[in-house]
């Protein structure tokens, strides 16, 4: 069967009831046939459910189908997306271990790896997104343990060639880690290029709707056995029910990127032709730094793009209340177009400095472009845009 079959006939097996949608199993228990089964499930000699803190079916249903996308054995599955990305660092590193990190990062990845990770006796180099070859083996010392980034990266979209990072990683046997979920892999399978584990936020374009939290990291079984040993004793379980709104999710996912994607490029052409606009940041528009790259490892650009508007917060104030459709939230991915300033409130926490090495300014703002017409946005956008900039000329 070719991918989206798989993706939509990969299910929990039937129960007596001859359902044809999966059910959900809401139930933080399961029982044991005899004293002896109970033995068997707890050495391991016999696989089954023991309790929804270790394995669930539904939620293994959610793991199941992610694992046909990204092209991995197994996974495991989490209550948020940075606890997943929590998992791949926590279950892998130990005292005295060295990370090799984009700089361009999500605040709170980079809060674990600068506040958290270091309190363990973890350390850590940045390299830029955009550095050469040279420049990422450089970093690379005789304790490094992992590779670790997020491509495109959030919110600057700045890509980091995964060919590249796959065969140093190889080289030096290094845990080569991958952030997909701004590219998801209904357009991006790092598994292509050698990474040993991949990590997503359920939350955003996997759910697509908005409604439930949940994160996943899959990797080979081998591979996974460490984050599922961390998960299973720390406990941050995925809820069965968000599993099981996650699952129905992913059966259109591909069908829901395409759109993202077409939406967010002729927004983004659009307001690139727009004057009044500093500058606009998306991977397939020629202007990317990194167009070239983006295209030869991306299927098509993605949902999110960047906006600069010059004139400061003022002008970010005026802009937003000046819009009709677009919804106001830091969250991404919805079927709704959502935009957010980074600068004061994803990246809120991260330093001067370090908001300028990541391109992060005041007048920044992300746009997670939805499945509206693009008509309505681009009118949207525009009125903003203008309104805006006769208030911050007074």
């Not at 001067?352 to 300014?361: A, F, H, Q, V």
């Not at 992300?366 to 525009?382: A, C, Q, Y």
């Amino acid at each position: 069967m070719k991918r989206q079959t798989r993706i939509i006939r990969t299910q929990t097996q039937k129960t007596g009831f001859r359902e044809h949608s999966t059910p959900l199993f809401l139930t933080s228990s399961f029982t044991f046939e005899s004293a002896e089964q109970g033995k068997a499930l707890f050495d391991e000699t016999e696989q089954g459910n023991l309790y929804s803190r270790f394995s669930n079916p539904t939620v293994q249903e959610f793991v199941d189908r992610v694992c046909v996308m990204e092209g991995y054995e197994d996974g495991v599955a989490t209550a948020t997306g940075m606890a997943a990305v929590f998992a791949g660092f926590a279950a892998y590193l130990s005292s005295g271990d060295h990370i090799v990190s984009s700089r361009a990062l999500f605040g709170s990845a980079h809060q674990i790896i600068t506040q958290i990770l270091v309190k363990w006796g973890i350390t850590y180099t940045y390299v830029e997104a955009s550095a050469s070859k040279q420049e990422w083996e450089a970093a690379i010392r005789p304790n490094t343990k992992m590779i670790y980034l997020e491509t495109p990266s959030n919110p600057g979209l700045e890509l980091v060639d995964l060919e590249m990072i796959g065969s140093l990683s190889k080289k030096h046997g290094l845990i080569f880690n991958v952030d997909n979920c701004f590219a998801t892999p209904a357009l991006q399978n790092p598994v292509d290029y050698g990474a040993d584990l991949v990590v997503h936020s359920a939350t955003k374009f996997m759910e697509g709707q908005g409604r439930v939290l949940g994160g996943i990291l899959v990797g080979s079984r081998e591979m996974i056995k460490p984050a599922r040993f961390f998960c299973r004793q720390t406990g941050p379980s995925m809820s069965p029910f968000n599993a099981w709104v996650l699952t129905k999710s992913l059966e259109t996912l591909d069908l829901r990127m395409e759109r993202h994607c077409r939406n967010a490029l002729k927004l983004a052409q659009a307001l690139e032709a727009n004057e009044l606009v500093g500058k606009v940041n998306y991977p397939f528009l020629q202007s990317h730094p990194q167009y070239e790259l983006a295209t030869s490892q991306m299927r098509a650009g993605g949902g999110i793009l960047t906006v600069e508007l010059d004139g400061g917060f003022e002008r970010i104030s005026a802009f937003m209340k000046a819009l009709q459709i677009v919804s106001l939230s830091s969250n991404l991915g919805d079927t709704r177009t959502i935009i957010t300033n980074p600068y004061t409130t994803t990246h809120a926490k991260l330093t001067p400095e370090d908001k300028r090495s990541l391109g992060i300014t005041e007048g920044l703002i992300r746009v997670s472009v939805g499945l509206e017409d693009v008509d309505d946005l681009i009118e949207d956008f525009t009125n903003a845009i203008e309104v805006s900039a006769s208030v911050t000329a007074k």
